[in-house]
Each structure stands twice: as structure tokens, then as C-alpha cells.
T-cell receptor, first 117, second 113 residues
Framework: DAGVIQSPRHEVTEMGQEVTLRCKPISGHDYLFWYRQTMMRGLELLIYFNNNVPIDDSGMPEDRFSAKMPNASFSTLKIQPSEPRDSAVYFCASSPGTGGTYNSPLHFGNGTRLTVT | LAKTTQPISMDSYEGQEVNITCSHNNIATNDYITWYQQFPSQGPRFIIQGYKTKVTNEVASLFIPADRKSSTLSLPRVSLSDTAVYYC??????????????FGRGTQLTVWP
């Protein structure tokens, strides 16, 4: 199994541009999570999906952020327009469960490092 | 939310045993305790999970007292490659109401030669 695959690994863009981050979860995992990590705030949950349906998006910072999961093997996180304060590492994770129940740990990708200038 | 509290940083030398303790006073009856490890430029990686007493795998041991308000991750004979951030999480999944996992800031473990 290739694990969770994220692309791109690095993204540098200018303020005001649209940014799209991509994630392919592990096959068979029903849950998909998007996290953001910064030095100041640590690892924060942005949104998670169950069977392609968004369950909790209360962590999405503002309307500039949107996430979709059109099918079980693909998800996107879009920022439009991007701002310098969005600079962070964005992780996608998948799990057979919510990650807190028995035997359903989160499997993380290696992240996308976003820099907005 | 069952938040957790752990030391910000710890130092150790190669070959020593390292114990990282996490407090989770608000843990619920159905919550499991899970630990993750994160290396620079990588996503967190699952290490171990437990509910009560002691759990051991090839990487670490997890000790959980009877009241479950804390847990201790034990890494035997650490090496330089164990230098990483370690996160303690408590699951907040309760029946039909799915919750949110709280990673916190984790513990930066630095192993010295």
C-alpha cells in the first residue's frame, strides 16, 4: 500500500492566487481528514469527511477555504484567494474510523508545504 | 473535548529509557489513548494505542493507571533516530456524535549521542 498521497509537496504562490491541494487516501478508509500545522498553532483539524460527506468543517478558518471529496479516492483543499497567513504545512490523513476508536489510527501523508508571498 | 497536557520538550541520551507522561483529566469512558510520532517534514505516524493497564508493541510501551487520567509512553533504549515530536491523543468519538481529535503541541524529544 502506497499510503496517503499528497500533491504537490511544495507550493509557492503569490497573495491573491488560488491554491489547490490534493490528497489520495488509503483505499478502503472511510474517513478523510485535512489538518494544518504551523509553529504558532501546532496541528489543527480543518475538516473531515466520512464516506465522502463533510462531517465537521468547524475548523476551516474562513470562507476562503473549501474542501471537496468527489469520490472515495480523491479530495481537494482549495484556498481562494490565498493570503500570507495561510502559509503552513497542510496534511491529509485517512482512517478506517475517526482515529480515536480502537484500531482506527490516522494515516498521514507527508504534507504540502504552502508558502504565500 | 478531552484535551491533553504533555511536556513541551525532553532530552535524553542514546541507550536510555524515556518516559513521556500525558495528562487527560476529562477522558471519557469510551475514549482510547493514542500516541503519534512526527519527524521533520513528515506527517505524524501512529505508535501505540491503549485503553487501560499496559500495552506493548515492538516500538514502545504504554502505561495507563486505573483512573485513566494520565498515560505514559515508554521508549526503551532510545537512539538518535527517536528524536521527534510525540503527540498524545484521546479519542472523542461518542456514539453517533463524532468528535474532534486534539493533537496539542506535542513533546519534542531530543536524543543526544
Amino acid at each position: 500500500d502506497a499510503g496517503v498521497i499528497q500533491s504537490p509537496r511544495h507550493e509557492v504562490t503569490e497573495m491573491g492566487q488560488e491554491v489547490t491541494l490534493r490528497c489520495k487516501p488509503i483505499s478502503g478508509h472511510d474517513y478523510l481528514f485535512w489538518y494544518r500545522q504551523t509553529m504558532m498553532r501546532g496541528l489543527e483539524l480543518l475538516i473531515y469527511f466520512n464516506n465522502n460527506v463533510p462531517i465537521d468543517d468547524s475548523g476551516m478558518p474562513e470562507d476562503r477555504f473549501s474542501a471537496k471529496m468527489p469520490n472515495a479516492s480523491f479530495s481537494t483543499l482549495k484556498i481562494q484567494p490565498s493570503e500570507p497567513r495561510d502559509s503552513a504545512v497542510y496534511f491529509c490523513a485517512s482512517s478506517p474510523g475517526t482515529g480515536g476508536t480502537y484500531n482506527s489510527p490516522l494515516h498521514f501523508g507527508n504534507g504540502t508545504r504552502l508558502t504565500v508571498t | 473535548l478531552a484535551k491533553t497536557t504533555q511536556p513541551i520538550s525532553m532530552d535524553s541520551y542514546e541507550g536510555q529509557e524515556v518516559n513521556i507522561t500525558c495528562s487527560h483529566n476529562n477522558i471519557a469512558t469510551n475514549d482510547y489513548i493514542t500516541w503519534y510520532q512526527q519527524f521533520p517534514s513528515q506527517g505524524p505516524r501512529f505508535i501505540i494505542q491503549g485503553y487501560k493497564t499496559k500495552v506493548t508493541n515492538e516500538v514502545a510501551s504504554l502505561f495507563i493507571p486505573a483512573d485513566r487520567k494520565s498515560s505514559t509512553l515508554s521508549l526503551p533504549r532510545v537512539s538518535l533516530s527517536d528524536t521527534a515530536v510525540y503527540y498524545c491523543l484521546v479519542g472523542v468519538d461518542r456514539g453517533s456524535t463524532l468528535g474532534r481529535l486534539y493533537f496539542g503541541r506535542g513533546t519534542q524529544l531530543t536524543v543526544w549521542p
